[in-house]
């Protein structure tokens, strides 16, 4: 066979075993991009919870490193939870304006397809 | 003649710091100075990069900026009266990460969005592959100078032992190594039972990786094997072990792996995107359908059709002649020589 002609024969024998029960979705997470960040996903994110066990060397033999960082991190919680918190806040009250202002949104157009029906009858 | 390399980051194994070693190699041969600095350092890449604030070209020398990330710390280097080249790696679109690692998407957001800024303020914008540079607007090409001689000759003979996907790659969302997974998993239930999966590559994180073991432990378990940190002689071990190289990933700048498995002898099925057509010509099967099932029964025309594989292999060692390091060299003078 030619390269040229293995997708069509690929393409039919893929066909003729699905129609025979063939290839079921295994399932497990699917990678999927995001194209357009949505309002939930954004509250969802802007909540910071800093996973104290990410933070890690990158050097070879750098557990201690690892260790010793972590340590420090954990020594600083009560800093950084403020610093969390300012920033929380800021990011919540942020986007309940950015709701808001999507909801005011749709009630506008809403009114205004409204009007031009009425413009229109 | 003095050429400075810039680089947003460099790293021990990554593509764009690679490249930048095997130039300097050849400014070495051809009698040109310089110096490599980069604005992020990986403390396992040693000596060969110097920080960003170690720059110090004179007048008359030229600076070729390796684009591929986000960088503020470079916009600086713009400011400089030098003779400024880019060569753009391309920059990952941000939105394979913002559900998985939001700093490198931020990075990939920034990165895309500055860059034509950055083109805009170098004399000289080319692209590693013509994807790249189209992006720029620029048809100025260097491909990336491939170097096969760490991977030894081409192998003589078929893998021995159960069939083997291989894909080489960074573990990163835009690489799809979860769609490999699934698709070892269609082959072992429909036809290929024993067929086997390797991943290599370095993992964008640590969790990453582990995400990505436990859905291959949970699908196929034992069929998948990941691999890190292999040396050059370990990688071209993989490579001759691989009955295909599979490759899906969603956004390719250029795909060295390609060359290398063509360079071994290893059939190639990848999935036409970015620069990947450009580099595997007619040299690969596309996985252009969504489907996996296509897919599937492409990797088995590919393992079960002898003549099929003699021919991808044939074309596969074409297209390593046709990315010869002797062209490519001359293709990156003629961008850096006035």
Same mark, same amino acid.
């Given at each position: 066979?030619?390269?040229?002609?293995?997708?069509?024969?690929?393409?039919?024998?893929?066909?003729?075993?699905?129609?025979?029960?063939?290839?079921?979705?295994?399932? =497990?997470?699917?990678?999927?991009?995001?194209? !357009?960040?949505?309002?939930?996903? *954004?509250?969802?994110? #802007?909540? $910071? +919870?800093?996973?104290?066990?990410?933070?890690?060397?990158?050097?070879?033999?750098?557990?201690?490193?690892?260790?010793?960082?972590?340590?420090?991190?954990?020594?600083?919680?009560?800093?950084? =939870?403020?610093?969390?918190?300012?920033?929380? !806040?800021?990011?919540?009250?942020? *986007?309940?304006?950015? #709701?808001? $202002? +999507?909801?005011?949104?749709?009630?506008?157009?809403?009114?205004?397809?409204?009007?031009?029906?009425?413009?229109?009858? | 003649?003095?050429?400075?390399?810039?680089?947003?980051?460099?790293?021990?194994?990554?593509?764009?710091?690679?490249?930048?070693?095997?130039?300097?190699?050849?400014?070495?041969?051809?009698?040109?100075?310089?110096?490599?600095?980069?604005?992020?350092?990986?403390?396992?890449?040693?000596?060969?990069?110097?920080?960003?604030?170690?720059?110090?070209?004179?007048?008359?020398?030229?600076?070729?900026?390796?684009?591929?990330?986000?960088?503020?710390?470079?916009?600086?280097?713009?400011?400089?009266?030098?003779?400024?080249?880019?060569?753009?790696?391309?920059?990952?679109?941000?939105?394979?990460?913002?559900?998985?690692?939001?700093?490198?998407?931020?990075?990939?957001?920034?990165?895309?969005?500055?860059?034509?800024?950055?083109?805009?303020?170098?004399?000289?914008?080319?692209?590693?592959?013509?994807?790249?540079?189209?992006?720029?607007?620029?048809?100025?090409?260097?491909?990336?100078?491939?170097?096969?001689?760490?991977?030894?000759?081409?192998?003589?003979?078929?893998?021995?032992?159960?069939?083997?996907?291989?894909?080489?790659?960074?573990?990163?969302?835009?690489?799809?190594?979860?769609?490999?997974?699934?698709?070892?998993?269609?082959?072992?239930?429909?036809?290929?039972?024993?067929?086997?999966?390797?991943?290599?590559?370095?993992?964008?994180?640590?969790?990453?990786?582990?995400?990505?073991?436990?859905?291959?432990?949970?699908?196929?378990?034992?069929?998948?094997t990941f691999k890190t940190g292999l040396t050059t002689a370990e990688l071209a071990a993989e490579y001759r072990a691989a009955s295909l190289f599979v490759g899906l990933s969603e956004h390719e700048g250029f795909c060295i792996p390609l060359l290398e498995a063509f360079h071994v002898?290893?059939?190639?099925?990848?999935?036409?995107?970015?620069?990947?057509?450009?580099?595997?010509?007619?040299?690969?099967?596309?996985?252009?359908?969504?489907?996996?099932?296509?897919?599937?029964?492409?990797?088995?025309?590919?393992?079960?059709?002898?003549?099929?594989?003699?021919?991808?292999?044939?074309?596969?060692?074409?297209?390593?002649?046709?990315?010869?390091?002797?062209?490519?060299?001359?293709?990156?003078?003629?961008?850096?020589?006035?």
């Amino acid at each position: 066979m030619r390269p040229e002609e293995a997708l069509a024969r690929a393409r039919e024998r893929a066909a003729a075993a699905r129609a025979a029960g063939g290839y079921e979705d295994p399932g =497990g997470f699917t990678i999927e991009p995001r194209e !357009r960040i949505g309002t939930d996903q *954004l509250m969802e994110w #802007a909540v $910071l +919870e800093p996973d104290e066990s990410i933070m890690h060397s990158t050097r070879r033999f750098g557990a201690p490193i690892t260790w010793i960082k972590q340590r420090l991190v954990h020594v600083l919680r009560q800093y950084h =939870g403020e610093l969390t918190a300012d920033q929380t !806040r800021f990011n919540m009250h942020l *986007l309940i304006h950015v #709701a808001e $202002l +999507e909801d005011r949104l749709a009630r506008v157009e809403a009114e205004r397809d409204a009007l031009r029906v009425d413009a229109d009858a | 003649m003095n050429v400075h390399q810039v680089l947003s980051g460099a790293g021990p194994h990554d593509a764009v710091s690679n490249q930048a070693r095997a130039f300097r190699g050849l400014f070495g041969q051809w009698g040109w100075g310089g110096q490599d600095v980069a604005a992020g350092i990986d403390p396992r890449v040693g000596r060969s990069f110097a920080p960003l604030a170690a720059l110090a070209p004179a007048p008359g020398d030229t600076l070729l900026i390796h684009y591929s990330a986000y960088a503020p710390k470079l916009r600086g280097v713009l400011e400089r009266p030098e003779r400024k080249v880019l060569l753009s790696h391309n920059v990952t679109p941000a939105r394979w990460f913002w559900d998985y690692e939001p700093r490198i998407a931020i990075q990939c957001a920034l990165g895309r969005q500055q860059l034509p800024e950055y083109a805009a303020r170098c004399e000289v914008v080319a692209g590693v592959s013509a994807f790249n540079a189209a992006e720029l607007g620029s048809d100025r090409v260097v491909p990336i100078l491939f170097d096969p001689a760490g991977l030894g000759a081409p192998r003589t003979q078929e893998p021995a032992g159960p069939p083997n996907l291989l894909f080489v790659g960074r573990l990163a969302p835009h690489k799809r190594q979860d769609e490999l997974i699934r698709l070892v998993v269609l082959l072992r239930a429909n036809g290929v039972p024993d067929a086997r999966l390797t991943l290599v590559g370095e993992p964008m994180k640590p969790w990453y990786l582990e995400e990505l073991r436990r859905l291959a432990g949970m699908l196929a378990p034992g069929a998948v094997t990941f691999k890190t940190g292999l040396t050059t002689a370990e990688l071209a071990a993989e490579y001759r072990a691989a009955s295909l190289f599979v490759g899906l990933s969603e956004h390719e700048g250029f795909c060295i792996p390609l060359l290398e498995a063509f360079h071994v002898g290893v059939p190639v099925i990848v999935r036409p995107v970015g620069g990947t057509p450009e580099v595997a010509g007619d040299a690969a099967l596309f996985a252009s359908d969504p489907d996996l099932a296509v897919t599937a029964e492409l990797c088995r025309l590919a393992l079960e059709d002898t003549e099929l594989r003699a021919t991808l292999r044939e074309r596969g060692a074409a297209r390593v002649a046709h990315f010869a390091h002797g062209p490519v060299a001359a293709q990156l003078r003629a961008l850096l020589d006035r």
